[in-house]
């Protein structure tokens, strides 16, 4: 039992570690050729390990990622990769931001206060139509907790 345990609580921490170490590499990895397509591989790869070495449901492995990716400063690489990674990487950049921020309004804020409006509404206009229509719904998602924060002011 208690090596059940001791399993339990060594997968639970290495959860920060391996999102700690993929962020790191993300950002480093950014500045050199394909930026996007550095970010695509070690996020999906690290959600991806998430699920497989978590005892949860894969659900709560993949809220468990989010959140770590967030903590680790994921949402400013992302914002990179749309700014500067390639077609396809500026689409999965978008996808990840919509799946990070689609129920969580911290996360929202978060991505405005990195300065993440501009590069949204510039892929909206100037992208695949995949990753035009993923950052108008990401705008929405902004635009509705604008509006929420404003109808319950007093």
Same mark, same amino acid.
């Given at each position: ?10 997968? +639970? ?35 991806? =390990? ?13 809220? =468990? ?36 921020? $689609?129920? %969580? ?21 100037? $992208? ?8 108008? +719904? ?11 924060? %404003?109808?319950?002011?007093?």
């Amino acid at each position: 039992m208690v090596s059940a345990e001791k399993d339990s609580n060594e997968t +639970t921490n290495t959860h920060p570690t391996i999102i700690g170490k993929s962020m790191r590499t993300v950002r480093s990895k950014l500045f050199q050729h394909d930026r996007a397509a550095c970010v695509s591989d070690n996020l999906t790869g690290s959600l991806m =390990e998430l699920a497989s070495r978590n005892n949860k449901s894969v659900k709560s492995s993949i809220e =468990e990622g989010k959140e770590a990716i967030v903590e680790e400063g994921g949402i400013g690489a992302l914002l990179e990769a749309i700014e500067d990674g390639s077609v396809k990487g500026k689409e999965f950049a978008v996808l990840t931001l919509v799946q990070l921020c $689609a129920h %969580s309004v911290a996360n929202r804020a978060l991505l405005v206060r990195e300065g993440g409006i501009p590069p949204l509404v510039a892929l909206s206009q100037n $992208a695949s139509v995949r990753a035009k229509l993923k950052a108008e +719904t990401l705008l929405g998602y902004l635009r509705e907790s604008r509006h929420e924060a %404003s109808c319950s002011s007093p």
